[in-house]
């Protein structure tokens, strides 16, 4: 995906770009650092691994964000750091790996896009689309086969900031996700399902999933 990654442009005529967050742990800081001295928070810990100190978070994520693949893609707007979206293999997320809501569809490796973060004053534009896919092709540019996430079924409804991280049904079918399964997690009262995007790799078609 390189630096730029998936590059738009905004009709008010703003450029967004999605970038992969290594090397720029400040700017994952901007966006999901806990500011306030001695603050606790998730730090994007949450389905990592939830075990790890609110002290040593940070360093924790500051050493992913040092090495490839990273822990996730960044949108910016006029190169201002707008927002954010946590996408690993599911093998990283230990909640995920441990979880008796959110069912597996087949024995591969899927990359999880699992939460999105977009900062005050950049709400209601429509960056979590540009971060949706902007982790797509990041997780397609390391050799991912398949990509998923865990949003809410909402319909036509808004969703709330707090319980709207996981995603809506909506914006992964726009993204050409599809329904692999229902789970019996939720977020906000509303059903999360699995969604699932095939990717084509190197040589040919999408691989046919196990099973």
Known sequence: MGNSGAQRTAEAGERIDVRPAVGRFDDFFEVVGVKKPGGGGCWCMSYRDSRVSNEERPGYMRDLCETEPGPGVLVYVDDVVAGWCSIAPRS????????RTIPFVDDRDAWVAVCFVVRAGYRKRGLMHHL????????????????????????????????????????????????AAETSGVSGGRRRWVMRK??????????????
């Open 132 to 179: 949706l896919a902007g982790a797509v092709e990041h997780a397609r540019a390391h050799g991912a086969e398949v990509v998923e996430g865990y949003p809410a079924d909402v319909g036509p409804d808004r969703v709330d900031v707090i319980s709207g991280y996981v995603g809506t049904v909506r914006m992964f079918e726009e993204a050409g996700f599809e329904r």
């Open 198 to 211: 095939e990717l084509v790799v190197d040589g040919g078609a999408a691989p046919a999933a196990a099973g």
């Open 92 to 99: 990283t997320y230990r909640r995920l790996m441990n979880s």
